[in-house]
């Protein structure tokens, strides 16, 4: 048989599919705590979506940075700020990239996820909010995205409004329309469900929230480290997302948010770095992103952060999506012939979150009794309690995947789930 | 038996138990067998919320001893809490106060009292001091 280039590339192609989609077991190489033991079983690291495991990379650029780098960014003087300066700098345009932000300007370093909504929430509800407004979440939102719209409604006597979901976990966009009037001046919703896995219709969302006039945040922690965002193209006014979750450090998050309306927005918190100028008569604000990174910023959580991307980058956001919707299909169609499992959370479009009840057993006793067998998964209501009441059950375990995940893991975990269930009932 | 005898005997029962596993499955029965509260003590009042798992405590003053019964929703932390019960409860209030509790330690169940594991159990053995501390008070 004559192999031309055409068919020697199919060939490959075919080749890839029926193996892996990336090289997992290369990828492994790269996480150093994957290598450890846990209760003298080796780790499997099914905790992801609370925080995912750290590349060589990213700890070697914590370590350089302490090593080599350490100084206090901007308005530095000396060789040591100018460089450190550079790099946390070159950590925006990095972000600015990944989720296709128009100007780096727009990128607001952050605590994190919840530090980010908080933001919005105050200095948007300080200076746009009134009696009587709306701002409208969703059933399935972390408390964080509940909490802080939840106090300054209470603070502007707004109302907090609830897009309900089927029993599926998918929003009922039908009652989100219905809900959506000129009162509505912020939808706040999660792009992935940290409990569900669900993958919202952002971009819907958000096109119908912005022909009533009202803004949109997208909760974006579970949705940047397993898929393509660009904020560009969802049109979105906020994405809130953290570092530590997608293979960077922990203490490091970002707020993306649009140049108009930032520069709208009146500052969150005061200190260094955030002021123009400053007398005890009055004072005025640094320009973006400046004007809301008051105090000493988490630098090496910034530069980690940009080697974080990079790192994905390396592997290819649509590679790991892709990989890890096998992996999410391999250990659903697994953890279903065990008898009494209730999957928490089918929606048709899911990311890689597995939640489950056993019949009979609580999710805390099979969270203690894997973790003995090497097993790393969460049990308990995942920051989402009105979820929980939702589904009326007390809590649920949960096994979220990475992309350094593999099936093997999947089948060591089934089997410790298998041998948990055995035990509990 | 004293609460530091109840507490030995229970460290010599564990000793049987080589492995985790052996640990485990005991105190799975002992929440399974045990129905250590009635069910109009299982109140909001007697609640104890931990992130994972709820605990109920109950205690009433009975001939001058504490009787405490309790549960939980989960089952291995039910198996602790009636290991508990079993040191505490039938003891004079001073006796609770006084104790020092060293089985869970010695048994090598620490990890259930660390507050992250957040099971109700820490706030359970406060409650029970709180409890003997109140008893002590009336009498």
């Keep these: 048989m004559l192999y031309t280039t055409t068919s020697i590339l199919k060939l490959k192609r075919d080749l890839l599919k029926i193996t892996q989609i990336l090289d997992v077991e290369s990828i492994r190489k790269d996480f150093p705590i994957l290598k450890r033991e846990v209760n003298g079983k080796p780790l499997v690291y099914f905790d992801n979506g609370a925080t995912s495991q750290k590349p060589q990379v990213v700890i070697d650029a914590i370590t350089n940075y302490y090593t080599n780098e350490n100084s206090n960014i901007h308005r530095g003087i000396h060789t040591l700020s100018q460089e450190a300066t550079n790099a946390y700098e070159e950590a925006r345009k990095k972000v600015q990239q990944f989720i296709n932000a128009k100007h780096s300007n727009e990128i607001i370093f952050t605590k994190g996820t919840t530090d980010s909504i908080n933001l919005v929430a105050s200095s948007f509800g300080k200076k746009h909010l009134k009696k009587g407004d709306e701002i409208i979440i969703s059933t399935m939102e972390h408390h964080s995205n509940i909490v802080p719209w939840q106090m300054i409604c209470e603070e502007k006597e707004a109302i907090l409004k609830v897009i309900p979901i089927n029993d599926k976990g998918e929003l009922l966009m039908d009652e989100f329309k219905k809900l959506l009037s000129p009162k509505t001046k912020m939808v706040a919703v999660t792009h992935v469900s940290n409990t569900l896995g669900t993958i919202n219709p952002v971009k819907e969302i958000i096109a119908e929230a912005h022909q009533k006039g009202a803004l949109v945040l997208i909760d974006g922690a579970q949705a940047v480290p397993h898929t393509k965002v660009d904020v560009q193209d969802l049109d979105c006014d906020f994405y809130a997302f953290s570092g530590h979750k997608m293979f960077g450090p922990t203490g490091v998050g970002i707020l993306y948010g649009k140049e108009a309306i930032l520069n709208n927005l009146p500052p969150y918190q005061g200190g260094g770095d955030m002021i123009k100028t400053v007398t005890f008569e009055k004072t005025t604000y640094n320009e973006l992103p400046h004007k809301f990174e008051a105090g000493t910023p988490n630098i090496v959580g910034g530069i980690g952060l940009g080697v974080a991307i990079d790192y994905m980058n390396s592997i290819g956001i649509s590679t790991i999506e892709a990989y890890e919707h096998e992996l999410l299909a391999y250990a659903t169609k697994q953890i279903k012939q065990i008898e009494g499992v209730r999957i928490i959370g089918e929606a048709k479009n899911k990311a890689s979150v597995l939640s489950f009840v056993v019949d009979g057993t609580h999710p805390s006793d099979i969270g203690m009794i894997i973790d003995k067998l090497g097993v790393a998964i969460r049990t308990g209501h995942h920051c989402t309690e009105p979820l929980m009441n939702r589904f009326n059950v007390p809590g649920t375990a949960r096994a979220s995947f990475a992309f350094y995940n593999n099936e093997e893991e999947i089948d060591i975990f089934i089997a410790a789930l298998n041998r948990a269930v055995t035990m509990l009932k | ?139």
């Design chain 2, 1 to 139: 038996m004293t609460i530091k005898e109840t507490q030995q005997e229970i460290v010599e029962e564990f000793a049987l138990f080589d492995e985790w596993m052996d640990k485990y499955e005991y105190i799975i029965e002992l929440g399974k067998d045990l129905p250590i509260i009635d069910e109009k003590y299982k109140t909001d009042e007697n609640l104890i919320k931990g992130c994972q798992s709820k605990v109920w405590l109950h205690a009433e003053l009975v001939d001058a001893k504490i009787i405490f019964t309790a549960d939980s929703d989960a089952i291995i932390t039910k198996g602790i809490v009636g290991l508990v019960i079993r040191v505490f409860s039938g003891h004079a209030p001073k006796e609770i106060v006084d104790a020092d509790l060293f089985f869970i330690d010695q048994i090598g169940l620490q990890e259930h009292l660390s507050p992250t594991r957040s099971n109700g159990l820490l706030a359970m053995l406060k409650q029970i001091k709180m409890y003997a501390i109140a008893f002590q008070a009336i009498k």
